[in-house]
């Protein structure tokens, strides 16, 4: 079996890593295409060096600009490097524009794909993700539900063929790195108690009353909690508060990108969470870390089920009271997105059904 990997962000190199290691370590034939959708050092190489991962074999270099023209260029470098490899199956994660172009390109070609988190749903079509993620779900041969209620959002679509529950890779790769970020060193020593925060969202900073209304309601925790707030800030972010002139309120500490171990050991020592980011609602929940979720949805309803995370929206008043209401919460959840166990049963899954 040859396998293809295609990825191109943060969150999908993070969540691939632990199955490309399952790969090596079962000698499967393997290789990465990286669209270069994200190649900021913050956001690319550094997880490649930190997480110690092979050199992509194809780099196609799309960079930004618009879904159209991003996920075109992407298309047009995928398909050439599988035409040339001819690979047995193509590997797409999550729900990003390289995720799309890898399973169109893939499945066009009559290679199978399989789609890593499978069958997750915000059930809002205004965010570019829950049209990716659809999409790849309805083009994929193997659907790797990470559980059972992502498997029922399949089955309401009629996919039922060719879907296993297996829990999400995110869970294999906090096992496997929380506990070996405590030395790293980070770029500020943090105060003994603070939150967290991330914020990237088109539909969230793309929008300056939005952002403005987000970052607002953040000002508000750290003045009325007291809790100072560490913010490794998304280069969109970044550029849009620049665009609109909208700064960090006071309290809230803007920071560059963080490596995983770093951010890793920011979210272990936080009082609470606030994101609208989808890998940091899992992986708080895994930390058992508070969440307070800065949208309106979550395609991670199980982390809200049993306690680890709440949708505030983004009313600054709603985030203050939400985020009181987590902090004083009993971290005893369970962790219902997997035992960390996910990429050896992807990896078993597909062996067994691609050869
Ligand atoms: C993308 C995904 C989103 C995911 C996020 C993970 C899509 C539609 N969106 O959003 O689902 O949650 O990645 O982080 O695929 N930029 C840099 N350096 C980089 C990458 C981006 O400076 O390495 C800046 C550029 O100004 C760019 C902007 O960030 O225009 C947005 O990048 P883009 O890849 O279009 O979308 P993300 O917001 O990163
Ligand atoms: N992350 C990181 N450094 C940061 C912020 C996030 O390493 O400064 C990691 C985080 O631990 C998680 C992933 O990036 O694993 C989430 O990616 P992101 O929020 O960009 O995308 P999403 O998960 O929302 O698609």
Not at 90 to 102: H, I, M, R, Y
Not at 292 to 314: C, D, I, K, W
Not at 335 to 341: A, E, H, S
Request: hydrophobic fraction near 40%; glycine fraction near 8%; aromatic fraction near 6%.
């Amino acid at each position: 079996m040859k396998v293809a990997v295609v990825l191109g962000t943060r969150p999908e190199i993070i969540k691939l890593a632990p199955l490309i290691r399952e790969l090596e370590r079962n000698n499967i034939e393997f290789f990465i295409l990286h669209t270069g959708q994200h190649y900021s050092y913050s956001m690319d190489r550094i997880f490649f060096e930190q997480l110690e991962l092979p050199d992509p074999r194809y780099k196609l270099d799309v960079g930004s600009g618009t879904h159209a023209v991003q996920t075109a260029k992407m298309l047009l470098g995928v398909e050439r490097a599988l035409v040339k490899e001819t690979p047995d199956v193509v590997v797409v994660q999550g729900d990003t524009n390289s995720t799309l172009a890898g399973a169109l390109a893939a499945v066009k070609l009559q290679i199978p794909v399989a789609h890593v988190e499978a069958g997750l749903r915000s059930f809002d079509v205004r965010m570019p993700e829950e049209i990716n993620r659809t999409l790849v779900d309805h083009v994929s041969t193997l659907l790797f539900a990470p559980t059972q209620l992502s498997k029922r959002n399949l089955e309401r679509e009629g996919i039922t063929e060719g879907v296993y529950v297996t829990g999400n890779t995110i869970v294999d790769a906090v096992q496997r790195y929380a506990p070996l970020v405590d030395g790293a060193e980070l770029p500020v020593d943090p105060p003994s108690e603070y939150a967290l925060l991330t914020l990237h969202r088109q539909e969230n900073v793309d929008n300056p009353q939005r952002l403005a209304n987000a970052l607002k309601g953040v000002g508000m925790v750290a003045e009325k909690l007291g809790l100072p707030v560490l913010f490794p800030a998304h280069p969109r972010t970044r550029v849009r508060m620049a665009e609109h002139g909208i700064r960090a309120p006071e309290g809230v500490m803007l920071l560059e990108p963080l490596g995983y171990f770093q951010f890793l050991k920011l979210l272990k020592g936080a009082e609470v969470v606030l994101t609208d980011s989808g890998g940091v609602q899992e992986e708080a929940c895994t930390l058992r870390v508070p969440c307070v979720t800065l949208r309106h949805s979550t395609e991670r309803p199980e982390t809200v089920y049993v306690g680890a995370n709440t949708v505030a929206g983004l009313v600054p008043e709603h985030v203050l009271e939400k985020t009181l209401e987590m902090v004083n919460k009993p971290r005893s959840w369970p962790n219902p997105l997997g035992d960390g166990k996910a990429a050896e049963k992807i990896v078993k899954i597909l062996q067994e059904d691609v050869g």
